[in-house]
């Protein structure tokens, strides 16, 4: 019901923003206002294309002109040599466009950060010169005089002007459908946090395919109206640097990561540089560019991430100033089923066996080989690079061992992706917390539970459930950028609990809590493991760690030292020469 | 025998040509691995300032002739090695105003996302360049001639008294001087203090200031010694080819492939890298038509960050 | 010759210290044990600028350090052997030395400083043109401890010289600092191994969650169950 309340507003904005675009195009009469109205759609329709890939995963794409070139060539090649109407050409165009996301997606993500996108600046260049040297020079679309409203060509310019604002209200509607549903807040996830989301159990691969695949038709469909409504095409014109530059500096100056973005930056760009470039483009040629440059740089400098959001977020710190106190986290809820506690099932859940990993020269994990009960709290504790993060990364699938067998609940785990292995029932939290600043909590957490349900009243509900496991219930509408350490961390463990995962991998969950927040973590992670979830932590904090662990595996060097109960740990004389070193037990026994 | 003949001395010629202009993009790939390789800021603009280079040159050896008195063969070429520190300082404010700004200590903690203002950054820069210069320099290609540039040496082949190999004397000087400047950055960078000072603040910036060394200024130096040799690798590249505000972003892609086939991190690599892609340009026109020659260098830069993004020379770090 | 007072650095929401106050006197070898997070790493990286505090004071011989730019303290007499060794992996082990030396104090002696290394660490001289990032990990500490000492410190701290070393590889780099300690260089060492860092000091404090829970000297600390403790719990 929330949900769908929240919907409305958008729509209708929309709306009133399609009908006030054709209200004016209604009224306008001079060509060039007419133009201008037609291009800034267009545009930002381009700009919401990028926003699709690279606004909502972060990853930089220099190269949609390549989606909007070959939209443009595919209308225009239909219509000059195979009379095909644009009205065809341009979904014909978007599924080129979608092609050309398959083709050059599935290569270039293996990439990241800057080589993602300098080789996304190669395809669109590329083309360029093949185009060029097909002999694409310069195609004018040929006037159709016989059928004119069947080829999409109208004497009346207010058509286009309706047609480039329905172009952007399917867009926008896209972008909105995209935003507010499992596929943006897993593009979200992995912008945040890619490793994070992929151990979550979303199938990042997928999910960026399907992201450039939907923004290369839309940017195709904006490249086939373009060519359309110029009625010439050249190569440079529609795969050059300056597209690519516009769809970016689009959806970056109005905002990114959200559809109003690039209607705010092509609202505000499109007709300075336009109106510039006409009334001075003769004296002063490249006014353009040059405006386009210095609102880039101002940008990043300003407002890195758009101007929708800082006003949003002045306006968001302005309404908070005067919000609630924070109310105190409730105890988690020991909801415990009859006779779990006691009739624990004591057979191995998890088996390692002598699993190995090296980095070039060194030997990260030697040979391990340990057990873990079903129902357990195991501690794995060890000296500062012992490898004991590389042994998590092993378990979950992040990390290929180099040889050994892991077998969890039956299944053999070596060689699956970690989404897959989250999806049978491994959840994992990490050192660093990275939270999605601007959501809820309760939005922070659906995302964990994308992997078992299928839709998302189910998916809300594991999240709160979850939250409710931690004691965070109360703070499920809290917006995440305001949390406490502790409560960082407790969202970090409820969004892997929303995965419904039967073991539990902590990585160092305790860092940087004070003691009284150590104590209320061990207070759930206690209740957890007396509902039947099976944990493995890694900590260093030993105080607090012997009297939460049953059993210790202590690593050193990347191998298994001792495995046992705390009090045979301690006082374990290979444990002290690796924790407390070899003097020590010597200076004690002279006293 | 005689089509093999031919095909041999179209080849050697190709080889020749790409060797020669394997040695002016090497450079300008030293300039871009200085700062990209070295200290890993992505700068779109680098073509930029290659171009800048060029005009630099231009104005200084044509437009205003102020190289006169050294006559029509040394002026340009002092002119393009001059462009080298003129544009040292340029590069030197533009990192001290703007680009350490998204660069360095104060973007270190945000992962990935320095790098992602660097390339927008950049991007913004490289466009005020390009279409500033269009509007200071105008869109008429220049060219800085010299009475080498139509003229050639000619290699007779010894196999065949009719064939014989001809060496564009203005791009063989221009690659003989490349090689020079190179090997003298290479000194610089590799045998002297400041050089050292440099690769160090570079490795690791946090150690750098335990040992006492101004990092942001080592930055500022590095960077403008990375913007000086493109300029001179433009300047050289003036003297044979003519060019217009727009070259930038023909050389931007060239200069990044040479910069990852060498290796990050490897100025030596960078060299070669640019060597290499020199030589793939030239060759290529053996099998694609000329047009196609660029599209050629894109899809062997897709090639090699795909398949070995360590390059040639470096190191296997990048993890992921 | 060093003195920190209610020194607190804070990182965004987390407080790493919380008015801490401690003091170096000329000469003295000084421990700093504590469980990890316990604030000790920040405490070095608060002295030699990488950090800001917000709050309290350190001074070094008098002088307000907090006013001193980083990359300046150096070469004020602070010699800082970072965690993790923090070498210069692509840089020659006689560069990375040499890099040691950049401050005026380290040129000025550079001959003498260069025997005296080698001498300590003969490995180093065996290894001189070899790229620093291939060294073993023993190796590689005692680099960065040559490091440190080619700058003619008159303060050498020392941030987890034993990380992640063999324990006969950190016996031999406990038994090198106390070497130097012997011949007059006063000592801040940071150290997880208790023991070592207890033994050679002539004074230690105890971190724990950014404050000092315990401080005392040598003979103090070493007949301490609290120590033991606050390591294991018990």
Known sequence: ?591 | MTSLGTFIEIFLQALIAGILIGAIYGLMCVGLGIIFGVMRVINFAQGEFLMLGMYFTFYLVVGFNMLSFLGPVVGPYTGALLAGPALFAVGYVLHRFLISRVTGVSVAGTEGEGHYAQLILTLGLALVLQNGGLILFGSTPQSVRTPLSARAWEIPLLYDANASLFLNKARAVAGVVSVVVAVALYWLINRSRLGKTLRAAADNAAAAIYMGIDVDRAYRIAFGIGIGITAIAGGLVATYNPFQPYIGLDFVIIMYAGVVLGGMGSILGAFWGGMTIGLVQQLSTLVLPTQLQNAAIFVVFLLIVMVRPQGLFGRATERV | MLAVESLSVAYGGLTALCEISLAVRAGQFVSIVGPNGAGKTTLFKAISGTVCPSGGCIRFEERDLLAVAPSQRAHLGIAHVAEGRQIFGSMTVMENLEMGAYPQTGRRDWGRNLERIFAMFPILAERRGQAAGTLSGGEQQMLAIGRGIASSPRLLMLDEPSMGLAPVVADLIFERISDLHRDGLTILLVEQRVAEAVQSCDFGYVLETGRVVLEGTHQTLLSDNRIRSFYLGM
Not at chain 1, 295 to 312: D, T
């Open chain 1, 1 to 591: 019901m929330r949900a769908r309340r929240k919907l409305i507003a958008p729509l209708l904005v929309i709306a009133i923003v399609a009908m006030a675009w054709i209200g004016l195009g209604m009224i306008v009469t001079n060509s060039y206002y007419q133009l201008m109205l037609t291009l800034v759609p267009i545009w930002a329709v381009m700009g919401l294309s990028w926003n699709l890939l690279s606004g909502y995963t972060g990853l930089i794409s220099f190269g949609h002109a390549a989606f909007f070139g070959l939209g443009a060539y595919t209308v225009t090649i239909a219509l000059v040599q195979f009379d095909i109407t644009p009205w065809i050409g341009i979904p014909l165009g978007m599924v080129v466009g979608t092609v050309a996301g398959i083709v050059i997606g599935y290569p270039t993500f293996r990439l990241r950060g800057h080589y993602f996108a300098l080789s996304m600046l190669a395809y669109p260049m590329a083309l360029l010169y093949v185009f060029v040297w097909l002999g694409y020079q310069e195609v004018p679309l040929p006037m159709k005089r016989e059928a004119p409203g069947f080829y999409m060509q109208f004497s009346d310019y207010r058509v286009y002007i309706a047609l480039a604002v329905g172009l952007l209200v399917v867009s926008l509607l896209i972008s909105l459908a995209v935003e507010r549903s499992r596929f943006g807040m897993s593009l979200t996830a992995i912008k945040q946090n890619e490793p994070a989301a992929e151990a979550a159990g979303i199938d990042t691969l997928a999910w960026k395919m399907r992201a450039i695949m939907l923004s290369g038709a839309v940017a195709a469909a904006a490249g086939g109206l373009y060519a359309v409504v110029l009625l010439v095409v050249t190569p440079d014109s529609v795969f050059g640097m300056l597209t690519s530059a516009q769809a970016l500096i689009v959806a970056l100056f109005g905002g990114v990561g959200t559809l109003w973005g690039p209607l705010i930056g092509a609202a505000i760009l499109i007709p300075l540089s336009e109106t510039l470039q006409a009334q001075l483009g003769d004296v002063i040629p490249g006014i353009q560019g040059v405006v386009y440059g210095i609102a880039i740089i101002l940008v990043v400098l300003l407002a890195p991430e758009g101007i929708f959001w800082r006003v949003r977020d002045r306006l968001q710190r302005s309404q908070a100033a005067g919000a609630a106190p924070m109310t105190p986290v409730a105890p988690p809820i020991a909801a415990l089923a009859p006779g779990q506690a006691s009739s624990r099932n004591r057979r191995p859940i998890l088996a390692v066996s002598g699993i190995s990993k090296s980095f070039g020269g060194l030997r990260a994990v030697v040979n391990a080989s340990f057990e873990v009960a079903d129902g357990e709290i195991v501690g794995i504790i060890g000296p500062n690079g012992a490898g004991k993060t590389t042994l998590f990364n092993l378990l979950n699938g992040f990390l290929a061992a180099d040889g050994g067998k892991v077998v969890f609940a039956g299944r053999e785990l070596i060689g699956l992706k970690p989404n897959r292995i989250c999806r049978l029932g491994i959840g994992r939290t990490f050192q660093v917390v990275r939270a999605f600043p601007r959501l809820s909590v309760l939005n922070n957490v659906v995302v964990g539970a994308y992997a078992t349900t299928t839709n998302d009243p189910d998916a809300f509900a594991a999240a709160s459930a979850a939250l409710a496991q931690v004691g965070l219930i109360g703070r499920s509408d809290a917006i995440a950028g305001g949390l406490t350490n502790k409560e960082l961390r407790l969202m970090e463990l409820a969004r892997a609990l929303a995965g419904r995962p039967r073991l539990l991998l902590m990585d160092e969950p305790l860092a940087g809590l004070a003691s009284q927040e150590i104590e209320d973590m061990l207070v759930v992670i206690r209740a957890l493991a007396a509902q039947g979830m099976t944990v493995v932590i890694i900590e260093h904090t030993m105080r607090a760690m012997v009297r939460l662990a049953e059993r210790f595996v202590v690593l050193d060097h990347g191998a298994i030292l001792a495995v046992g109960q705390p009090s045979e740990i301690i006082n374990d004389e290979g444990v002290i020469e690796a924790y407390l070193g070899k003097k020590w037990a010597a200076i004690r026994a002279r006293g």
